[in-house]
Nanobody, 125 residues
Framework: VQLQASGGGMVQAGGSLRLSCAASGRRFNGYVMAWFRQVPGQERQFVSSVTWTLGRTYYADFVKGRFTISRDIALKTAYLQMNSLKPEDTAEYFC???????????????????WGQGTQVTVSS
């Protein structure tokens, strides 16, 4: 699986951005797509995930009500709509894909074996 992330940029607090993650290489039935973010010196942090087949969504508490994850099966693309952005959302954002296992939490970076390059999101106050 190859992933290509895009859509990062610089916005003011309260603004919006939409990240895209284009996937290629295989069918994605039984897969989950996710977004993580990372600030230098800190661990990669779960943001949101969506199961490819049923479209079930999961969010970190700090983005609930502000971010929306979705996927377009025909385009093999996952999206992260980010609204009401805050300076603390500033980070490099990574998309990831992994096969769902019986004990998957869908929130751990270790459950994902394909990663896109990061896209920088900077929110100014």
């Amino acid at each position: 699986v190859q992933l290509q992330a895009s859509g990062g940029g610089m916005v003011q607090a309260g603004g919006s951005l939409r990240l895209s993650c284009a996937a290629s290489g295989r069918r994605f039935n039984g897969y989950v797509m996710a977004w993580f973010r990372q600030v230098p010196g800190q661990e990669r942090q779960f943001v949101s995930s969506v199961t490819w087949t049923l479209g079930r969504t999961y969010y970190a508490d700090f983005v609930k009500g502000r971010f929306t994850i979705s996927r377009d099966i025909a385009l093999k693309t996952a999206y992260l709509q980010m609204n009401s952005l805050k300076p603390e959302d500033t980070a490099e954002y990574f998309c990831a894909a992994g096969r769902i296992a019986a004990d998957s939490t869908l929130r751990s970076a270790y459950e994902y074996d394909s990663w896109g390059q990061g896209t920088q999101v900077t929110v100014s106050s």
